[in-house]
């Protein structure tokens, strides 16, 4: 049936004029303007955002969206058409996770499916076992003939769920939709995508899941809020997970969430607490052997028992770095992965094999990805890039899988910022709390 491809999808003219004509004969949407003048302004009926019209000029007459861009051009000469998804069937679900969930995640996870009307804020941390809290939401909504989307910020992090997923659910078709893959849509039950591609669905889903919802790009854009909103029922269910809520989401959600606090991992070991190391001017001595001795003896010590993650500040300190290590260890296997790394998926399942001894990486790889063995290294922890949410979550690549292997974390900082200060002191308090539940 190929008219289903278009079941609960938003998209533009232009999008619609490249679908077969029998599709739009079977279809059942509404046509709405891309863009609507008011007054001086824009305002965008796929993001929301509203734009003065002098900064979104195409012409003498038509307009322009500059947000959402990412996903084509919406203007004023395009129409949004809106495709009606009808009700689908039970049926039944083959589920075959053979793990159990702890008491504290039984307890989250039994909420969740006795409270299908609420929305919800899973606030765990890193390695406590988010996504297996939802699978018997999952299961319940999938036999129920209900559809389910899981979506995050990252692409790294949309790949690992949909392993995750199509591991627990073998007999789901689950579509994983980001920029980067070239395949076709088809209708799926169950989607895994990055934020971005929500502002191609129009009340599709009756569950829509948010991972790591304070990760670049989704916290702070209005626009991906909106898109987030609209590609849900009105009356779907909305959940929120997070390792390190700020305290604005917290105060606005407040009223309309449940929010559940997990502070214990699943393999109920404590987080790695950060140890932190002064490498006076460690930019301007990184070619110098010398003055790098205590990083290169800290990955020496590292790598005898575990594989290392080590974060850079940007891509041009990494590319640098790797050479220079290269060139002082020579037995030790070291690669690097970064966003503008083409061959970025294969290094990253390369190291879930464990084929590196070393991985150098930016920031893409702070949150979302699991390997087993890890300890983690920052260098340059003090650079502005590296806030207190993403030291923690780099902090928790470190331990989450597998049995207790002496995992280390590591904070190399020429200066002791704020965001060190208080990542240390958040984990503490996760520990603090965390103990309690041991």
């Known amino acids: 049936m190929p008219y289903k491809t278009v079941w609960g999808r938003r998209l533009l003219t232009r999008e619609v004029a490249q679908l077969p004509k029998e599709i739009l004969n079977q279809a059942t949407y509404q046509r709405i303007a891309g863009i609507v003048k008011q007054n001086k302004q824009i305002v965008c009926q796929r993001c929301g955002r509203t734009t003065q019209q002098q900064e979104a000029k195409l012409n003498e007459e038509d307009y322009y969206c500059p947000h959402c861009l990412l996903l084509g051009r919406n203007d004023t000469t395009q129409e949004l058409w809106l495709f009606e998804q009808p009700s689908l069937f039970p049926r039944q679900i083959v589920f075959t996770w053979e793990q159990t969930l702890t008491t504290e995640q039984a307890k989250i996870a039994h909420r969740l499916t006795t409270q299908v009307t609420d929305h919800h804020l899973i606030w765990a941390v890193t390695g406590a076992g988010k996504t297996e809290i939802l699978y018997p939401l999952l299961q319940l909504l999938l036999a129920t003939g209900k559809r389910v989307a899981i979506a995050s910020p990252r692409v790294d992090v949309c790949q690992e769920l949909w392993l995750r997923f199509t591991a627990v659910f073998p007999e789901e078709k689950i579509i994983l939709l980001h920029g980067k893959l070239q395949i076709p849509y088809a209708f799926s039950s169950f989607v895994i995508c990055t934020t971005h591609q929500l502002y191609r669905f129009y009340h599709a889903f009756d569950l829509l899941v948010v991972d790591e919802i304070d990760a670049f790009p989704y916290v702070n854009d209005q626009g991906l809020r909106y898109a987030t909103e609209t590609a849900k029922k009105p009356e779907g269910q909305l959940i929120y997970l997070t390792a390190t809520p700020d305290e604005r989401l917290l105060k606005d959600i407040k009223r309309t969430f449940q929010i559940h606090y997990l502070p214990l991992r699943f393999h109920q070991r404590l987080l790695p607490e950060p140890r932190l ?133 590591c904070f190399f900082y020429h200066e002791k910022t704020s965001a060190i200060k208080k990542a240390v002191k958040e984990i503490k308090r996760m520990n603090k709390a965390g103990k309690l539940l041991q």
């Open 277 to 409: 190391i002064f490498l006076n001017n460690w930019r301007r001595c990184l070619n110098k052997r010398k003055k790098m001795e205590p990083l290169i003896k800290a990955i020496q010590k590292l790598v005898k028992k575990n594989h290392v993650l080590l974060f850079c500040p940007s891509i041009e300190l990494m590319n640098e770095l790797q050479m220079k290590l290269a060139e002082w260890l020579p037995t030790i296997k070291i690669s690097s992965v970064s966003s503008k790394d083409e061959k970025r998926p294969e290094k990253v399942q390369a190291m879930r094999q464990q084929k590196y001894d070393v991985l150098l990486t930016t920031m893409i790889l702070e949150r979302g990805v699991t390997f087993e063995n890890i300890s983690v290294i920052v260098l340059g922890a003090e650079h502005e890039v590296f806030t207190k949410s993403s030291l923690v979550q780099i902090a928790g690549r470190a331990d989450r899988k597998g049995e207790f292997s002496n995992s280390q974390v």
